[in-house]
């Protein structure tokens, strides 16, 4: 007999129970559905515009006034709704409405030749000052860049005018091909800044994607590695039934050595996690998308995702050997399984966010596997990191494996 067949014949007894498999297999997807319906509904749903309202009055529907929109529509931070005058002021005056901008009926003429107009931005008392100035700074801002805008047209069509008279050779570009190519550069600085700002946290390194993670970025990922876990708990079972019924020794008579005996105990286990692993992640990318919900995806490097659930559930298949070293009874097995596996779970992020965790406990989730279990999966799934990226995480659930089992070796009674 070898670890194999160990492996097979615990595999064939877990399958048959059927409370086991439901706890393994169907208790994650339901902890998943709800925890991800629960934050979709608090949250509104990912798709609600959360920009400041607009109200805006265009009394001159001209051409001047409909980039002015769009291009407020597009600054971000407001978003435009047009209103009839006489139904605006009335929503304002009956607090329906904090503010509205009004057009002026001569705005497209005065831009095109080049006149003073103004906007006007009327604030009800009791609007937020805060959102007040948000919006003044946004509408200043896209007025500003027109006036740019329409003050070089001017001069452009002034220099054209005044070289007019120049002979021939020296009029190298007619005025109306040098106002088409500043018009196509100012369109070409909307989509292509020369200058970009990007907004990253401290430490982030440079390039990487700064997201919120939605419900099921977060969901999926934590209760992987919260249930793959809890399969070391049906090893530990597994070991202490066999020694209960004798069989145990009948193992340690085969030719084979101890610590053989005891990865044929890990095998069942590891293979459990995969399948776990890829169950949830099959629940999370096509079941989610069956319950009108957002699809998880595999970010950017699934081959790294893959890597980092096999090392996961090896880690979980060496601590299933360390609580049955440990333990000496079925009641110990399940109170310290329990205590350690839930507490382990939510220590290292399994329900609640890390950015979250480390702002409250510092570096403590640091030291529990499923913190840099969950760590990885973040890196991978939500942050659109690479392989190169998570190879500290991988080392150190390495490190938790081989400790779980030296340990596990150790403090085993084969007796």
């Excluded at 509408?139 to 500003?144: D, K, M, R, T």
């Excluded at 009948?250 to 044929?264: D, E, F, H, N, T």
């Excluded at 890390?354 to 529990?368: A, M, R, S, T």
Aim: glycine residues 8%.
């Amino acid at each position: 007999m070898n670890a194999l067949n160990i492996a097979l014949k615990d595999l064939q007894i877990f399958f048959k129970d059927r409370g086991a498999v439901v706890q393994l297999f169907l208790l994650p997807l339901l902890f998943i559905a709800v925890f991800s319906g629960a934050l979709a509904a608090i949250g509104g749903g990912e798709d609600e515009d959360t920009r400041t309202l607009l109200p805006v009055v265009d009394l001159d529907a001209g051409v001047a006034a409909q980039t002015l929109l769009d291009s407020l529509d597009a600054a971000g931070g407001v978003r435009v709704e047009r209103y009839a005058q006489e139904e605006a002021q009335a929503l304002l005056e009956e607090s329906e409405l904090a503010r509205v901008l009004t057009i002026p009926a001569s705005f497209t003429t005065g831009i095109a030749d080049n006149r003073p107009v103004t906007l006007r931005l009327v604030n009800h008392p009791d609007a937020d000052p805060e959102e007040t100035e948000a919006v003044r700074l946004v509408v200043e801002g896209v007025a500003q860049d027109m006036s740019l805008e329409s003050q070089i047209f001017a001069s452009l069509q002034q220099m054209g005018e005044m070289q007019a008279n120049a002979p021939e050779e020296f009029q190298v570009f007619t005025v109306e091909r040098t106002i088409a190519q500043a018009r196509n550069q100012f369109e070409r600085s909307r989509t292509q800044p020369l200058v970009a700002v990007v907004q990253t946290l401290p430490g982030q390194p440079e390039g990487e994607r700064e997201e919120m993670p939605d419900a099921i970025q977060l969901a999926v990922p934590g209760f992987t590695v919260l249930f793959v876990f809890l399969t070391a708990q049906t090893t530990a079972l597994s070991i202490y039934g066999e020694k209960k019924v004798g069989s145990f020794r009948r193992l340690l008579a085969a030719p084979m050595s101890k610590a053989s005996l005891l990865a044929g105990k890990m095998i069942p286990n590891f293979i459990t996690g995969l399948i776990q692993t890829a169950v949830i992640f099959a629940f999370g990318i096509i079941g989610m998308r069956l319950l009108g919900l957002t699809p998880m995806t595999l970010g950017d490097a699934p081959l790294a995702v893959v890597l980092i659930a096999v090392l996961v559930a090896l880690c979980s298949s060496g601590f299933g050997i360390l609580i049955a070293a440990i333990a000496r009874t079925e009641n110990q097995i399940g109170g310290l399984s329990s205590l350690f596996l839930w507490v382990m779970g939510i220590l290292g992020g399994c329900f609640i966010p890390l950015f979250i965790l480390e702002n409250f406990l510092g570096p403590l989730p640091k030291i529990v596997p499923h913190y840099w279990a969950n760590h990885a999966f973040n890196d991978l799934l939500v942050r659109g990191l690479g392989l190169a990226d998570v190879t500290t995480e991988m080392a150190v659930l390495l490190a938790f494996t081989a400790l779980f089992f030296v340990i596990g070796l150790w403090r085993f009674d084969f007796d």
